[in-house]
């Protein structure tokens, strides 16, 4: 199919970078074949030839998870005030506006109650494309909400993360939700509820060093990048060139870190048997 | 001058001309002008020392002769016996804990600890801890909950190590999980950013049930530095940075993130360490008054309430 062939002016770095190509046919990222979109969208956006998981929208992710129909969100009307009237070459004011443009999403998280299996839980999803899902007051506020009402309510909590860590413009009070998220989470496991922690390409920073690394059970999607620090911070750090594959879902799993990773169409069924374990049930039938 | 900032050099040079004038061996004839020298060093001060802004304030923070974790413990405890190693991969030199006592108390203390020379420098990796520092912190933490025993913490670090080793070991875990532990604590906790409270690194030991700032120390999510690269592209702009993430002690009074801030000596702790301990003191003194005879329950739920208010959204 000589029409693919890539044309000689795109660099590596350039083709790196484009994840999902308009039209019929998709470059994976990860393989560099060229593959047919319907195939990927049947199977829940993973490569069909390597499997490779591509990124999606929390919206996406909630159609995957939830039992149809059950979610139901909360807190959607929470937004940044802007607390330290942040401006770097932009004003901060103007990036949430071009983030809630581009993603139709209110801020980088979105909590919910639902069903997954039949087990009622509360479900925190986040959202990459708005502002690399960093979480600032809001997502902070509104993932402490909902760990609070999954407490009131007596159900678990599963937390599906995709995030660049703490956001800047919101300076020490982006610092201080890892404390809060964290807090909320041991009263989470005083009052002896489930947490399933679901990292997903990618998780780094202050999420990961709270909410996320927090989990009773972790979970994770294949290859995903999760780490403390950013890969080129420590490569400057160190001026070394990182090992192949470090930081990724295996790396961390050889080392200790995650329980399981789960490719991400059985990802639902993986929730649902932790579920009923936690729940003492039997599993349900799929 | 060595170690001089530039916004101190002026200070500096007016201080060596009257040391200067006052080796005279005619001190009658320098009497008025030590006193024109004198009168015109204690404006200036006054002047440089209002007005700091973030960056200089930065500068101060990261002053190579200010007052380290381990310079605190021997100007303000009486017996301090530094306790060593996570019990599960090593002694991490960066944070140093232990025991000691404070004016006829027991407490446990914990810090980052920087180095002063090269070969120190290096051994305590600049004050960036490795996982097990921050593991180490948490036994500690246990320890002193178990016997009833109030936390001192003293925050200085540009922030946890981006390494290697420790992302292999867990540097997120090690963090994250220390915050759930101070979450719980059930013994008065109370922490002091003395100097640099870099990111995550900093917060791991910084939950505290009273959180206070040295005049002149910082606390940010992102250095300076980093903030700049990330947003300018430039790490040159650490200064503009500095100033609009809002890192100052009265900053973060203002965005309700420390209970209050010690002053420091005019010109900075690094110029008079024992009037700079004398006013720690003094806070930590009142501080650990007022938590002493709380309960756990108590202590437990005021740390939340107080973490949980943090952050500012807007709701419809
Ligand atoms: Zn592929």
């Known amino acids: 199919m000589a029409w693919f062939r890539r044309k000689p002016e795109e660099s590596e770095g350039a083709a790196r970078k484009v994840v999902i190509q308009e039209g019929l046919w998709i470059k994976c990222d990860a393989c560099k074949e060229i593959i047919y979109r319907a195939e990927v969208e049947r199977a829940g956006r993973v490569c069909p030839k390597c499997l490779h998981p591509f990124r999606i929208t929390s919206r996406e992710r909630i159609g995957q998870l939830a039992d149809p129909g059950s979610f139901e969100e909360h807190d959607a009307g929470l937004s940044s005030a802007d607390p330290l009237a942040f401006k770097d070459t932009k004003r901060y004011r103007d990036r949430l506006k071009a983030a809630r443009q581009k993603t139709a999403m209110p801020e980088a998280v979105v909590c919910g109650t639902c069903l997954i299996g039949g087990f009622p839980v509360v479900l925190c999803v986040f959202e990459f494309a708005f502002l690399g899902g960093s979480m600032g007051s809001v997502v902070g506020e509104k993932l402490t909400r909902a760990i609070e009402r999954a407490i009131a309510k007596h159900v678990p909590v599963i937390i599906v993360s995709a995030s660049g860590g703490a956001r800047m413009q919101e300076g020490i009070l982006s610092l201080m939700q890892m404390a809060k998220t964290s807090a909320a989470l041991e009263r989470l496991a005083a009052a002896r509820l489930t947490y399933v922690s679901v990292l997903t390409d990618p998780t780094t920073g202050g999420v990961t060093a709270s909410f996320a690394m927090l989990g009773d059970v972790i979970v994770s999607e294949p290859r995903a990048l999760i780490g403390f620090a950013g890969p080129r911070v420590i490569a400057e750090t160190i001026r070394q060139p990182l090992p192949e594959g470090f930081q990724r879902a295996e790396f961390l799993l050889e080392h200790g870190q995650i329980d399981l990773i789960v490719d991400r169409r059985e990802l639902k069924d993986t929730l649902r048997r932790l579920l009923a374990f936690f729940a003492d049930q039997p599993t349900p039938p799929a | ?316």
């Open chain 2, 1 to 316: 001058m060595p170690d001089a900032l530039d916004f101190e050099q002026p200070l500096l040079e007016l201080e060596t001309r009257i040391a200067a004038l006052q080796a005279d061996e005619d001190p009658v004839r320098v009497r008025d002008e030590i006193r024109r020298l004198e009168d015109r060093l204690d404006r200036l001060r006054q002047r440089t020392y209002a007005g700091l802004t973030a960056w200089q304030r930065t500068q101060l923070a990261r002053h190579p002769k200010r007052p380290y974790t381990r310079d605190w413990c021997r100007l303000l405890f009486e017996d301090f016996l530094e306790l060593h190693g996570d019990r599960r991969f090593g002694d991490d030199a960066a944070i140093v804990g232990g025991l000691a006592r404070f004016e006829g108390r027991s407490v446990v203390v914990l810090g980052h600890q920087k180095g002063r020379d090269t070969r120190e420098k290096i051994a305590r990796n600049f004050g960036m801890p490795h996982p097990e520092g921050y593991r180490k912190a948490e036994r500690l933490m246990d320890l002193a909950e178990r016997f009833a025993k109030p936390v001192v913490t003293f925050i200085d670090t540009p922030g946890a190590y981006p390494g290697l080793g420790a992302e292999e070991r867990g540097q997120a875990e090690a963090i994250a999980r220390n915050l759930r532990r101070m979450a719980a604590l059930r013994t008065p906790l109370v922490a002091v950013v003395t100097g640099e409270g870099g990111s995550g690194g900093a917060l791991a030991i910084g939950m505290g049930n009273r959180v206070l700032m040295l005049e002149y120390a910082v606390y940010a999510v992102i250095s300076p530095e980093g903030c700049a690269a990330i947003l300018w592209g430039d790490a040159g702009k650490a200064p503009e940075a500095a100033t609009v993430m809002k890192t100052t002690a009265p900053d973060l009074m203002r965005l309700g993130v420390i209970d209050d801030i010690v002053p420091e000596p005019v010109g900075g702790a690094h110029r008079d360490w024992d009037a700079a301990a004398a006013h720690l003191r003094d806070a930590l003194r009142r501080h650990l008054d007022e938590l002493t005879g709380r309960s756990g329950d108590t202590l437990v739920a005021e740390r939340y309430e107080k973490f949980r208010r943090m952050g500012v959204v807007a709701e419809e």
